[in-house]
């Protein structure tokens, strides 16, 4: 969903917007996209775009990509290799890239 939205945001802006979403923020904060464990089968698409249209989502990247405000933050593992509740980090209301200048809350984009 996270990727979605940052392709429907460039088109919306004519381009002028160009960047990777948070999907960290949408695994990790939507509760309701999840739910339970969900998101592991593909997870809530209409809780996953209410979520971004009422909160917004920050920008973000692939795991170790220093990209965006909050790029993933657990390695990737190969399907059923993984140890149960590993897939994601606890939900933070703040930048996780040190390497980012700039503010959460004034890097949030919503959906209309």
Known sequence: MASCFADRLCVASRGTVNR???TE???TCCG???NGGD?????YLDSALEYVYKNGIVT????KSKEGCKPYSVAPCKINDCAP???A???RSECTNSKYIGEYE???YFGE
């Open 20 to 22: 990777n979403m948070s």
């Open 60 to 63: 973000g990247g692939d795991y």
């Open 25 to 27: 923020e949408l695994v």
């Open 39 to 43: 998101g592991c089968q593909g997870g």
């Open 89 to 91: 980090a606890a939900c």
């Open 106 to 108: 004034k890097d949030r």
């Open 85 to 87: 509740f590993t897939m």
């Open 32 to 34: 309701q996209c999840t």
